[in-house]
């Protein structure tokens, strides 16, 4: 299997979404989504490298490369098993704008109890 493995100098970071909780989160960015790889029950969603890192969202996690290893599918692989695209990379699909992402993570999770939204 040809599988890449990001350097620390690639200048991204990515977003782990629980799966159940990324389809929806998909949904909800449509043509604002970049690259979505999956893995086990976990979405990646990539942000330029420091974007994400100060999110206090439960169950959600912000990966850098250089810390945490990911195993990065060729750019074709569409299905399982193990790492694969949801949605393909393109020449310009690479990364996902991380405001649209929390807004769109926020907006998949419902409002907070107690709060006024």
């Given at each position: 299997?040809?599988?890449?493995?990001?350097?620390?100098?690639t200048g991204w970071a990515a977003i782990r979404v629980p799966r159940?909780?990324?389809?929806?989160?998909?949904?909800i960015l449509r043509t604002r989504c970049g690259a979505v790889m999956?893995?086990?029950?976990?979405?990646?969603?990539?942000?330029?490298?420091?974007?994400?890192?100060?999110w206090d969202v439960a169950n959600i996690s912000t990966l850098d490369p250089a810390v945490d290893p990911l195993t990065i599918p060729p750019?074709?692989?569409?299905q399982?098993?193990?790492?694969?695209?949801?949605?393909?990379?393109g020449d310009d699909r690479w990364f996902t704008d991380s405001?649209?992402?929390?807004?769109?993570?926020e907006d998949a999770l419902g409002p907070v109890p107690g709060s006024d939204s």
């Open positions: 299997m040809d599988v890449a493995h990001p350097t620390t100098d159940i909780l990324g389809l929806t989160v998909m949904d999956e893995n086990d029950r976990s979405l990646y969603w990539f942000v330029a490298a420091g974007d994400g890192s100060e750019p074709r692989r569409t399982g098993p193990g790492p694969h695209w949801r949605m393909c990379l405001s649209a992402l929390r807004a769109a993570i």
